[in-house]
């Protein structure tokens, strides 16, 4: 991989939020050595000031205001400790996940502080229900929302420090110098660390004090490359997840689950066959399935595929994919007629794209795992959890005990995607502690539950009809109307999104949204079409909630964007335009603008290629940043058709130039990555990513059938360039390289092939009707398939 990065540009004043752009107001805590906190909610607005000739909602107010907001209110509880040992200690309430933000997070409070990276210990908060909303990992938001108290409560500790050194050095204020975490008078030489001042700076009692923050300008860790703090740790295997974690007397522990999705145990018929297996401690009946404990996983997965258990039906018995359609076909919602459209000339004509997706599983490589530890009046879990107040009520309400009487302990975890804003497993392990009589488990589901009994991303379909005509100067043909229609399978929200949209009152939002459902207030806070294309609207409409659906990564952008940038494809030929040319002329956003160049200049944009090779372009505007993908995709039958064990492989996509505006940088290295991570997630979506609903249950079980992207997928060449950004702040990258990326894929997809999108319904991925084809699905009853012992004789 290649990469340019450019040092963020100096930004105007933010009039009307907090004291000044770079003052503001905080807490040094009382106590026996500093700590300090920032009060955000002094003299800040309530949300983002309105784009005054932008008609969509998120222009105005997208999801990074809505939980910046709700997390507002206890932003002065965020809180950094000087230790006695020259260290800062911060334990961040969001959830390390691969995203880096431990890393980035110590960056923050290193610049501010004038402390080395290495001395600034940031760890997981455990859940703390005092934060409220202010404890939710979701929405690429982390940074975003934390950036500023995080820098606050920093620079108020330098601060603090620096006034007890003044006397001890019997210096003035301007003849001090702070250096990694020394302060020094300049005249004497004599100096003092941070450690031996942080009973000196403390306070018996809270006070409230000003301070003002860093230039930007004066940035000397913000906006370096930086590997990540925990890297020799995670590829030495040192790194520890909840299943490493040792908890006294926590043994494995397993769930058979229901040949059907949501079906649920009737009765467990040869349990003292299963209790007598080696190894096994424990049985009994849970909400969703037989648990059984035992010494080992392996004695776990051997005692579940002896169980013989008689099972009631699923929540989708008999379904399939075509059903599934066939109700959201049904469920549609009509465009807005013609004539109802704005000054629609005469010759008119309209074009329409129709496009369906899948239902794809949200699962992260470390699968649901958890420890519990149930007595008769306490519970402590420990989990990979993105909303750990929550998980924290679900199951004291579970057990019947006070939110006090749970403990939760936030675990970094490998991998999320959305799975883990949903507590399941750790709510689970509970009910299997105090189903075999209050005993610690170590909670694991197996792979093959993550498919068929998990979250999924909702299958969905959209379509797009754009109405033109001629000029009315003359210009060639213009877009009078574009409309979007989504209809899906139920998006579930109850994670805390949905909360939010809650917490704010229904007059701070705008455009009515408050009176809207979770899904369609979501759906408009995250969505923006970003071209001038006449009377917009963008719909969704969600019809069946009897999934196990999810915020899988990038929530409704890929699928919509998708469908919308094949339609700005099909407009261009329409208009006969080069399409790069034609995004130009109708974007809004200069800064997309510059993107769409970026990307097209690296990538060389135009060249001729062979027949059944094609370049495909996108933009994407989200997470208060911009993106634009050129890819470069090979559809020739030597390619698609070549052969790989147990594997789908199909059109493969040789290059990726990718362009990112992500506001302020806090690491470029770690940006890069996210970019990366989501530009494979993109070509899974458009190419090989799905599961199939046959019979009421879903056919895959496991990676070696579920079919992201693989090392034979991955683009051998490509380039991530992060531009220089107007924006004060840094804004959400955790999701942001997904959209552009599906829906420039797609673009190559129908070029390469010829394809008239708007003559034929287009389905994604592209080859989830043929992907069935390189996998045998696994059996259902059991429902784990026998463990594997032939791994080496597989290894190349």
């Given amino acids: 991989m290649t990469s340019t990065t450019v040092q963020p540009a100096e930004h105007p004043d933010e009039s009307g939020r907090g004291l000044g752009r770079r003052r503001f107001l905080g807490y040094v805590l009382g106590g026996s050595t500093l700590v300090t906190a920032a009060d955000l909610s002094l003299g800040r607005a309530a949300h983002a000031a309105g784009i005054k000739s932008a008609p969509q909602v998120s222009e105005i107010y997208d999801l990074e205001d809505l939980q910046t907001d709700a997390a507002l209110p206890t932003a002065q509880l965020i809180q950094i400790e000087i230790n006695r040992d020259g260290t800062a200690s911060f334990a961040i309430p969001r959830m390390e996940v691969?995203?880096?933000?431990?890393?980035?997070?110590?960056?923050?409070?290193?610049?501010e502080l004038d402390l080395p990276v290495e001395k600034v210990r940031v760890t997981l908060a455990p859940a703390r229900p005092e934060l409220l909303l202010n404890q939710l990992t979701g929405g690429s938001n982390t940074t975003f929302s934390t950036y500023t108290p995080?820098?606050?409560?920093?620079?108020?500790?330098?601060?603090?420090?620096i006034e007890a050194a003044l006397p001890l050095l019997e210096a003035n204020a301007d003849r001090i110098q702070v250096i990694a975490g020394t302060i020094t008078n300049i005249d004497t030489g004599e100096s003092i660390g941070f450690g031996d001042l942080s009973?000196?700076?403390?306070?018996?009692?809270d006070r409230i004090s000003e301070v003002v923050l860093k230039e930007e300008s004066d940035f000397t860790v913000i906006g370096t490359p930086r590997n990540r703090t925990d890297a020799r740790a995670a590829v030495t295997g040192a790194k520890e997840f909840s299943m490493d974690l040792d908890i006294p007397g926590a043994l494995p522990t397993m769930v058979c689950r229901p040949p059907t999705l949501n079906g649920t145990p009737e009765r467990l018929l040869n349990r003292r066959e299963v209790m007598r297996m080696d190894g096994v401690t424990h049985v009994a009946k849970t909400s969703r399935g037989i648990a059984v404990r035992a010494r080992t996983f392996g004695q776990c997965i051997d005692a579940i595929r002896a169980m013989k258990v008689s099972w009631n039906a699923g929540s989708v018995e008999g379904e399939s994919d075509e059903t599934i359609l066939a109700e959201l076909r049904g469920a549609e919602l009509p465009f807005t007629p013609l004539t109802q459209i704005p000054d629609l000339p005469l010759g008119n004509r309209t074009l329409e794209i129709d496009c369906e997706f899948m239902f794809r599983s949200s699962a992260a490589l470390e699968p649901y795992a958890a420890i519990a530890s149930v007595t008769e009046d306490s519970a402590e879990i420990w989990g990979g959890l993105k909303v750990p107040i929550l998980a924290q009520q679900d199951i004291a309400q579970m057990l019947g005990m006070s939110q006090e009487q749970v403990t939760v302990n936030v675990i970094t975890g490998g991998g999320s995607f959305g799975h883990k804003l949903f507590s399941d497993h750790a709510i689970e392990a509970a009910e299997c502690s105090r189903a075999f009589g209050n005993v610690p488990v170590r909670l694991m589901w197996h792979r093959a539950d993550e498919p068929r009994q998990g979250r999924l991303h909702p299958m969905v379909t959209s379509r797009v009809r754009a109405a033109t005509g001629g000029g009315l100067l003359g210009g060639g043909r213009k877009v009078y109307g574009y409309e979007q229609r989504n209809t899906s399978v139920v998006t579930d929200f109850s994670h805390g999104l949905g909360e939010m949209i809650t917490s704010i009152s229904a007059d701070d939002l705008p455009l009515n949204l408050g009176e809207l459902t979770y899904s369609q207030s979501i759906f408009l806070l995250t969505q923006e079409l970003g071209y001038?294309?006449?009377?917009?609207?963008?719909?969704l409409n969600e019809v069946d909630d009897r999934f196990n659906t999810g915020s899988m990564r990038n929530i409704y952008s890929p699928d919509t964007r998708v469908a919308a940038e094949m339609m700005v494809d099909a407009l261009a030929k329409d208009a006969r335009m080069d399409p790069m040319e034609y995004r130009l002329e109708f974007l809004r956003n200069e800064n997309t603008k510059r993107a769409l160049r970026k990307v097209c200049k690296e990538g060389n944009w135009g060249r001729t290629m062979p027949p059944g090779t094609a370049q495909?372009?996108?933009?994407h505007r989200e997470y208060k940043g911009t993106t634009a993908c050129l890819v470069e995709i090979d559809c020739r039958p030597a390619t698609v058709n070549r052969k790989i064990r147990e594997a789908v492989t199909g059109p493969r996509v040789t290059k990726g130039v990718f362009a990112v505006d992500a506001g302020l940088v806090i690491n470029p290295r770690g940006l890069e990555a996210q970019m990366m991570g989501g530009f494979a997630d993109g070509l899974?979506?458009?190419l090989t990513s799905s599961v199939h609903l046959k019979a009421g249950h879903f056919l895959e079980a496991s990676w070696d059938n579920y079919f992201y992207t693989r090392q034979w997928n991955i683009a051998p060449e490509f380039e991530v360039h992060v531009l220089e950004s107007d924006r004060p702040g840094p804004g959400g990258a955790g999701e942001a390289g997904v959209a552009a990326t599906a829906a420039a894929t797609a673009n190559a997809y129908v070029r390469a092939m010829r394809i008239d999108p708007t003559k034929q319904t287009m389905r994604f991925p592209v080859n989830h009707d043929t992907s069935l084809s390189a996998f045998t699905p696994k059996?259902?009853?059991p429902p784990v398939p026998v463990s594997p012992t032939n791994g080496l004789k597989l290894t190349r």
């Avoid at 495909?616 to 933009?619: E, F, K, L, W, Y």
Wanted: charge should be negative.
């Fill in 779 to 781: 059996s259902f009853v």
């Fill in 532 to 539: 001038d294309f006449g009377a917009v609207t963008q719909l």
């Fill in 616 to 619: 495909g372009i996108a933009i």
């Fill in 150 to 161: 995080i820098r606050v409560a920093a620079a108020l500790a330098r601060g603090a420090l």
């Fill in 199 to 205: 009973e000196a700076a403390a306070w018996p009692v």
């Fill in 684 to 686: 899974a979506l458009t």
């Fill in 98 to 111: 691969g995203q880096g933000i431990v890393t980035s997070t110590a960056m923050i409070i290193a610049e």
